[in-house]
């Protein structure tokens, strides 16, 4: 079959292969985080401080749910791009419809346990009681979406592992423009306050899974899908699993990690989690940068290990962190220079604003460590040490976090000190990453290419 519409990593220029790839990644981050920044904007101008604290309150379970089903995607995503890599059709056809498969009984059980254990959920973030009527009917129809968000993570994957990153992106731009419409309709127009907003997400959400489901339906590369073969191959099934569950489960505890970082923020009263929320919508679009090139680095690395090809994993890790320094730079010092006018796009309360500069102001300068973990995580990762990377990556982002947390909130209970519990998780997880990278590193390269001296090409 025909690969129209997929993009070989194991040919090219190495720069530009990963920026050209990256883009549309880092592109769609954006707008899915827009989906969440677009609703708490709206609510922030429209309804008031405590309808953008109601939804403040419930961003960590949301990104809890979302970030299950994007590390899901991203650890299948490796098999899907060894598959390709080698050029095996047949286990890449079998693989994808296992996917699938599975996360679409995956999204529906999550789906009906989160609409019941949401009162739950909220009590362990410490939602305040002038919060809580909005936070629960916010959080309970999105839930509703959560199997929409499993089937598009997947699909997307899929794409992204064939290295067609640009169609995902555009799906994302016409789900966006809908839930911006659609939140406008909804709050001003018919007054429908938070819950207006949870409903445009979810319809948003519905016709970004149509799209790409459409789009992998009607192809004629090699992804194709076809209805009648959905199924679940055990054995592929196994590696989906061995892969993508460790991601999905490091995402969603590092987000579940939050919650509690959640719950010190939400103690300081609503406006300083108006405030501290806005923030956290910014200091998302500032980590898309190292995240958008991580996930470029995995099914990069995986393509060129099922193509044998050693020099050009080499070649590409080095490009993935040169790419990296240069663009978090520029981003570093315009978020660091306009935090006033970046926090004041979600509320014009002084007070909120005050703690959103001064969150930002705080974290900005750690980037630089979030950006180290996420590369080095995905390089990893696309060896196939999925395992690993979960271990590691929850042993910094979680079990460090809380223990600093729990030793300086008991010195000094403190905002300043729940702003820094956020830079000291990506500092120590890049630096638990790092050493097992090179510790391993000469492990990881035998095992995906034996004698590199005989057998990478010269």
Known sequence: MSRRGSNDLTTGNIYKSIILFALPILASHILQNLYHSVDSIVVGNNVGTTALAAVSSCTDISALLTGFFTGLSIGAGVLFARYYGAKDQKNLHDSIHTALTFSVILGTCMAVIGVLVTPLLLKIV???????????????????????TAIYNV??????????????????????????????????????????????????QFVSVALVFG?????????????????????????????????????????????????YLNSFGSVAMAGSGAAKKV????????????QATAPYVSQNIGARNYRRVRDGIKATFVISLVTLAVMMGLVYGFSDTLIGFFTKDPDALYYGMWMLHVLVPFYICQNLNQILSNVVRGYG?????????????????QLFLNIAMRQNYVISNVFLAYPVGWASAGLFVCIYYLVNRKKLIEKAFGNVNERSPK
Request: aromatic residues 8%.
């Open 126 to 148: 410490g939602c305040p009681e002038d919060v809580w009527p909005e936070a629960l009917d916010y959080l309970r129809i999105y839930f509703i979406g959560v199997l929409f």
């Open 155 to 204: 699909g997307a994957g899929v794409l992204r592992a064939v290295g067609d990153s640009i169609d995902p992106f555009i799906f994302l731009l016409i789900s966006s423009s809908l839930n911006i419409v659609l939140d406008l309709i909804t709050v001003i127009w018919f007054g429908m306050g938070v819950i207006g907003v949870a409903v445009a997400t979810i319809i948003s």
């Open 215 to 263: 789009k992998m339906l009607r192809t004629d590369d090699i992804y194709r899908i076809d209805l009648k073969d959905m199924h679940i191959d055990p054995s592929l099934l196994k590696e989906v699993i061995r892969l993508g569950i460790p991601s999905a489960i490091q995402s969603s505890l590092l987000s579940l990690s939050n919650l509690f970082v959640q719950r």
């Open 283 to 294: 200091d998302k679009f500032i980590g898309m940068v190292g995240q958008s090139i991580g």
């Open 385 to 401: 040490r999925s395992s690993a990377v979960m271990l590691l990556s929850l042993s910094g982002m979680v079990g460090m976090r």
